[in-house]
């Protein structure tokens, strides 16, 4: 996730700093453009794609288009992809495992998207056919003042909503694009919980049955990167988790802009590199990770696989891509 770019950044400044505010994002590391495929391309953090663009992404099973002319990048640690074509207007994908009723519910409240930007409703929201769909006054940002949303099933208990946000007089032509992206969504395969942390075939919706050693916690977990993230009344929270092929892990904290590192951790090289140990038992959707920390205590943590989401105590954790610490 903290890779720098090997080769030019054709990402401008406006739009890393745009798109930083909207996401709520620190350190945000923009790899290069990619070129345009007509093949499906793997939604990875960090990296621009340019219009055209078919993107999948595998842990929802899905599949969309980039509009022409727009660029799309998914920020480190987030679960929205942002579009824009001109760093002004922006088109905001999301998708997760609810019911209408749930994304209906989801979708009323104020959404902040951090940076100071927040989303208000301008009214309820109301079901246009198959669809959901609400207005927004935007605050917060200095170029966007008004948004929208659309969301709809799009199988296997998915909802993806798709929002245009704009100024007013661009609103109606950022809300054609935000509509094309969503009819461009499409359900795929999706990966199952795999024994060498990758993906392994199954039909939508699959989790992998329990009970085959290929679906065993142990090699899934090893080389992970686990973050889980907390932002309300201004405060916002950083949990990061990191376990080591080796049977080490390491952890670390932020919140308010502070860093404050647990047992284990290293910014580099330390003494306390392998004072904390790891290892998870169990197959299937459920499991138990434990931990030997530096003091010789212990704890235990129940894990959870569940709409292709990892839970820890029952508390979702984000699987991030790239491991920065350790393999």
């Not at 945000?28 to 219009?51: D, K, N």
């Not at 929205?80 to 209906?104: C, G, H, I, N, Q």
């Amino acid at each position: 996730m903290r890779h720098a770019a090997t080769a030019r950044d054709d990402s401008s400044p406006a739009l890393r700093n745009a798109l930083a505010a909207l996401a709520a994002l620190s350190g945000l590391v923009v790899l290069p453009l990619l070129a345009a495929s007509a093949a499906a391309v793997p939604l990875e953090t960090g990296r621009l794609y340019p219009g055209g663009t078919v993107l999948e992404v595998a842990e929802a099973g899905l599949s969309f288009s980039v509009p022409d002319g727009y660029k799309a990048l998914l920020p480190a640690g987030s679960e929205v992809v942002v579009m824009t074509a001109d760093d002004r207007s922006y088109v905001l994908a999301m998708a997760d495992a609810a019911s209408l009723d749930e994304a209906r519910a989801f979708l009323s409240a104020p959404l902040p998207l951090g940076g100071g930007v927040v989303l208000q409703p301008s009214g309820d929201v109301r079901l246009d056919g198959a669809h959901l769909a609400a207005g927004y006054t935007v605050s917060g940002s200095a170029s966007a003042d008004r948004a929208t949303v659309r969301a709809r099933e799009v199988g296997g208990g998915i909802v993806a909503a798709v929002f245009a946000v704009a100024a007013s007089d661009a609103l109606a032509q950022t809300q054609r694009v935000a509509d094309a992206v969503l009819a461009s969504v499409e359900r795929r395969a999706v990966a199952s919980v795999g024994g060498d942390g990758g993906a392994s075939s199954g039909s939508s919706g699959s989790t992998g049955s329990s009970g085959s050693s290929s679906d065993a916690w142990q090699p899934y977990l090893q080389g992970m990167h686990l973050v889980r993230f907390y932002t309300g009344s201004g405060y916002q929270e950083e949990q990061h988790l990191y376990l080591c092929s080796d049977g080490t892990f390491h952890k670390s904290f932020e919140s308010g802009g502070h860093t404050s590192y647990g047992e284990g951790w290293s910014s580099g090289a330390t003494q306390n590199r392998g004072a904390a140990r790891w290892h998870a038992t169990g197959v299937g959707d459920h499991g138990t990770l434990f931990l030997q920390h530096p003091d010789g205590s212990s704890s235990q943590i129940v894990l959870e696989y569940r709409d292709e989401k990892v839970f820890l105590d029952g508390k979702r954790w984000l699987r991030d891509g790239e491991n920065p610490v350790c393999n």
